[in-house]
Nanobody, 122 residues
Framework: VQLQASGGGSVQTGDSLRLSCGAS????????VGWFRQAPGKEREGISC???????SYRDSVKGRFTVSRDTAKNIVYLEMNNLKPEDTASYYC?????????????????WGQGTQVTVSS
């Protein structure tokens, strides 16, 4: 199983980005998928997730700005990020858990992709 996050970049405050999480060897519609981020010197934190039944959850700091979705046909999970702020600057990772519910804690996730860097300048 391999996961790969992509779509990061350098943007300005208020801009938008869409991150993609692709997988090989795993059908993403059959598992919970989480999005995490890690800024320099900080712990990796869960920011969003989507369950197999499409239930979604968000960290308070991104609620109303970020949206997670799944494209089953393409086997991709997206993280749409709007109204980006400098404090969103981090490496972003996607991870997969087993089938069922999702959560924002790292311990439930088995497979992790390489990160994609998001830099938001003021």
């Amino acid at each position: 199983v391999q996961l790969q996050a992509s779509g990061g970049g350098s943007v300005q405050t208020g801009d938008s980005l869409r991150l993609s999480c692709g997988a090989s060897g795993l059908a993403l519609n059959n598992v919970a998928v989480g999005w995490f981020r890690q800024a320099p010197g900080k712990e990796r934190e869960g920011i969003s997730c989507i369950s197999t039944s499409a239930f979604t959850s968000y960290r308070d700091s991104v609620k109303g700005r970020f949206t997670v979705s799944r494209d089953t046909a393409k086997n991709i999970v997206y993280l749409e990020m709007n109204n980006l702020k400098p404090e969103d600057t981090a490496s972003y990772y996607c991870a997969s858990a087993g089938p069922g519910v999702c959560g924002l804690g790292r311990s439930m996730y088995d497979y992790w992709g390489q990160g994609t860097q998001v830099t938001v300048s003021s």
